[in-house]
């Protein structure tokens, strides 16, 4: 049997494409073999529905470039089973109830989910954990293959701004701007002038129908105990200070207007923190104290402070930063450090909010870790990571150019116009 029909004879179900292009309405097949995995239309449609949803786009042709990303993937997934990798399930759960979330926001709630891919809630969530279950195993294989560039371990005194005199200073600019809705300016207009959120602040504050889970939990409280027309008193989240308006209800999602302003600071602050730091900083080269013991002390940061002061990627618990992990005003203080020097005080940001509020440190540099090999055992907590050195992309290339002269790939002739980024893939097409 000639492999054009091999594919062919592969049907599974009949499934209504939603294409714009007549040579895609066809039954249901696999058009596309890489080893022992294969790849159905349904699958490449599936994700471009899911793409449309989210409001994403694709220069490319988007079912050329899908496949060809679907075929990278199969090729790291084999790989992944050979090394015996493991799935993380906190991550799959975490980024399957994230996607979830997000297409609920997008599409305005469970019944136009379902309506929009055709399926309900519980199997469209089977379907997307197995995705992210092979996720995991493919982005962990691409960490085993890439080489892992120099990385920083650090540790930091932190001093804040007068939180407090800045907090009072927003509140009385919010609770002004709230009597004026009140007294029947529109909350639109002042939102459109006044927040300090750029996306919702030209659309006169309006987040969008939108699940309540993927708001800070203060503004989602604040926001369901309203009822629609009403002005909340004053919300503090990790974004800054908030009004909110709600102005409709559906089970736990919700849209309303916001206003967001965020405390400002002056030089005066910097400077007062500033002079703080620079003794500190001079006590410890003079040995008069330990860079941990002053952490204890002086540091107004409760996540390093108890550890004496070094620094944790809250995304991964890794100690060690690369480069491109680190705050650009961190990066630029250190850069030019050996070990166990200390910078000048810098202003900075830390880990809070979307953004991240203005706080000043000095940093130490405590070790800096050479470029090496990546092993699962000694870089697992960065496995998750997705691959951005330049190095890496250009290990993980020659992998997977290698890995197509090697394994038995058919590729149906549907896509043979497809402009494909790696040449390999046109050898890999089915003779019609």
Not at 145 to 159: D, G, H, R
Not at 168 to 185: C, D, P, Q
Not at 392 to 416: M, N, R
Request: overall charge neutral; aromatic content about 8%.
């Amino acid at each position: 049997m000639k492999v054009k029909h091999i594919l062919s004879a592969l049907v599974m179900v009949c499934f209504g494409l939603q294409a714009p292009a007549q040579k895609y309405q066809v039954v249901d097949k696999t058009v596309a073999v890489v080893g022992g995995e294969m790849i159905p239309i349904s699958e490449i449609e599936s994700e471009i529905q899911m793409r449309r949803a989210q409001g994403m786009s694709s220069d490319r042709n988007m079912r050329c470039e899908l496949l060809e990303s679907m075929l990278e993937s199969k090729l790291l997934l084999m790989q992944a089973r050979v090394d015996s990798l493991t799935v993380n399930l906190d991550m799959v759960e975490g980024e399957l109830t994230q996607q979830i979330d997000r297409v609920r926001t997008q599409l305005g709630g469970d019944d136009e989910v379902e309506k929009y891919f055709g399926k309900p809630i519980y199997k469209l969530r089977n379907e997307w954990r197995k995705q992210f279950e092979d996720m995991s195993l493919t982005q962990q294989e691409q960490s085993q293959i890439a080489s892992k560039p120099e990385k920083y371990q650090l540790s930091q005194i932190c001093i804040y701004p007068d939180r407090e005199a800045a907090k009072l200073a927003v509140k009385e600019k919010l609770l002004s701007l709230r009597e004026r809705i009140i007294n029947g300016e529109k909350f639109s207009t002042l939102a459109r002038i006044y927040s300090e959120d750029p996306g919702s602040a030209r659309k006169g504050g309006e987040l969008g129908m939108a699940s309540k889970t993927i708001f800070w939990p203060a503004f989602s409280d604040a926001a369901m105990a309203l009822k629609p027309g009403m002005i909340s008193q004053i919300v503090e989240t990790p974004d800054g200070f908030h009004i909110i308006e709600v102005l409709e209800k559906k089970g736990d999602m919700f849209n309303a207007r916001h206003i967001l302003i965020k405390p400002q600071y002056t030089q005066e602050d910097q400077d007062k923190a500033f002079k703080t730091l620079d003794s500190l900083k001079t006590e410890i080269n003079n040995k008069a104290v330990t860079f941990q013991l002053a952490a204890a002390f002086y540091s107004q940061d409760p996540a390093t402070r108890t550890n004496g002061g070094q620094m944790c990627d809250p995304n991964t618990g890794s100690s060690y930063f690369e480069k491109d992990q680190l705050k650009p005003a961190d990066y630029l203080a250190i850069k030019a450090l050996k070990v166990g020097e200390i910078s000048d005080p810098v202003s900075s940001l830390d880990n809070e909010g979307r953004s991240g509020n203005t706080v000043y440190k000095i940093i130490r540099v405590d070790k800096i870790l050479p470029a090496h090999p990546a092993t699962f055992e000694n870089d697992f907590s960065e496995l998750q990571a997705m691959v951005k050195n330049r190095k890496q992309h250009e290990a993980i290339g020659k992998f997977i150019d290698k890995k197509i002269s090697e394994t038995y790939i058919v590729i149906d002739p549907l896509f043979a116009d497809c402009d494909f980024s790696r040449p390999g893939w046109k050898e890999k097409i089915a003779k019609e």
